[in-house]
């Protein structure tokens, strides 16, 4: 299905995953996070900020912390899913441990390039073909993809009409960003309707490729050339099972919609009000879209700043060092953490015992 040399190619890749560089990753990662929250504190009153901590209403944190595990749940229900359709019979726990594996990977490694290969030996260990491991995992992405472009959208009407303005270098960011998303529905788009399309694009982005100021081009275009085959694998199961599809994508729509709520559920529990649920929802998005490019480990220290200028006019009763803290260990450090508990508990306790094919 043009997928295979790209599955081994992930395989190879999880066979890296060494002891020693989840350490460095890990140590990486940690420096990341602690200049981030030096960064974040740095000039600011910490009696304040621990008071406006202390102060923070607790169920509404906790409904934030729900919210925030939605994104592993719906990752997991949808890896079900897709899994189901190719005959395998997944559980819901075996799904959940695909989710926090893939998450904690994620978030440790630069550009979050970890997260799939683990998925990827983790499903190989439950006897799941590699070929339809990377097929779910692709069609999963593409899936949230889509589910954030629509969010997208809504965010660039709203900073055309003036009703977001983020700074300049943070508009530059989220324009690259959408872009990038344009990009890569665009690219599946054209796998799925005209293969001339695809074709003329793979030469386009080839020759835009032959025109950067990078010494391995050659690289460049092989990255370019395994992207179109997972768009054209991806393409395939649309194609083939759009009922499935279907419910993948509204799960993805559930699932970004609860994770772009969680600043909101920040504002409920610090008493903020100064704007309502659509305007702090647009401006999580906007969040998002700035750290699409950048390729620092769970986009450590650029989401603590987009945050702190995207928000400056929104938290006016609390700190903004504080609000940062608590919004960012709800919706990455919490999700980290939980990942880490359970991806232990769930591949000690609950095996990779093999699963057999129905289909």
């Not at 749940?73 to 890896?79: F, H, M, Q, R």
């Not at 695909?98 to 440790?108: E, Q, R, T, V």
């Not at 559930?254 to 909101?264: A, L």
């Not at 480990?297 to 608590?326: C, D, H, Q, W």
Request: with cysteine; hydrophobic share 50%.
């Amino acid at each position: 299905m043009g997928g295979n040399s790209t599955c081994e190619g992930r395989m190879s890749m999880s066979g890296n995953l060494s002891v020693r560089k989840m350490i460095r990753y890990g140590a990486v990662f940690l420096i990341f996070a602690v200049a981030a929250c030096f960064l974040v504190l740095k000039g600011t009153d910490i009696r304040t900020v621990w008071e406006a901590l202390a102060g923070t209403s607790v169920p509404f944190l906790i409904a934030g912390i729900l919210m925030a595990e939605v994104f592993h749940l719906a990752e997991g229900t949808n890896l079900c899913i897709l899994l189901h359709s190719f005959g395998y019979s997944t559980t819901f726990w075996q799904g959940m441990k695909y989710a926090y594996i893939g998450f904690f990977f994620s978030s440790i490694t630069p550009s979050s390039t970890g997260g799939q290969p683990a998925q990827l030996y983790a499903m190989k260990k439950d006897g799941i073909e590699i070929a339809h491991g990377t097929l779910a995992l692709v069609g999963e992405l593409a899936s949230f993809q889509i589910a954030v472009f629509f969010m997208e959208l809504m965010a660039a009407a709203a900073i055309l009409q003036g009703k977001v303005r983020p700074t300049k270098e943070l508009l530059v960011l989220a324009v690259l960003g959408f872009l990038i998303n344009i990009l890569f529905i665009t690219g599946l788009l054209s796998v799925m309707f005209s293969r001339r399309l695809k074709d003329r694009l793979l030469r386009l982005l080839h020759g835009a490729v032959d025109r950067l100021p990078v010494k391995d081009k050659k690289k460049w275009r092989e990255k370019l050339d395994e992207a179109f085959r997972d768009f054209q694998t991806c393409a395939d199961l649309i194609r083939r099972k759009p009922r499935v599809m279907g419910k993948v994508l509204l799960v993805s729509l559930y699932q970004v919609i609860c994770w772009f709520s969680i600043p909101y559920m920040v504002c409920l529990a610090m008493g903020e009000n100064a704007a309502g649920y659509p305007q702090v929802f647009l401006l999580q998005t906007v969040l998002f879209m700035t750290t699409a490019l950048l390729p620092f480990p769970g986009a450590a220290g650029i989401s603590e700043y987009a945050f702190v200028r995207l928000f400056s006019e929104v938290i006016t009763k609390n700190p903004m060092a504080a609000a940062t803290l608590v919004n960012r260990g709800i919706s990455f450090y919490c999700l980290l953490a939980i990942s880490a508990v359970m991806m232990v508990f769930l591949w000690k306790y609950k095996g990779a015992g093999k699963m057999s094919k129905f289909v």
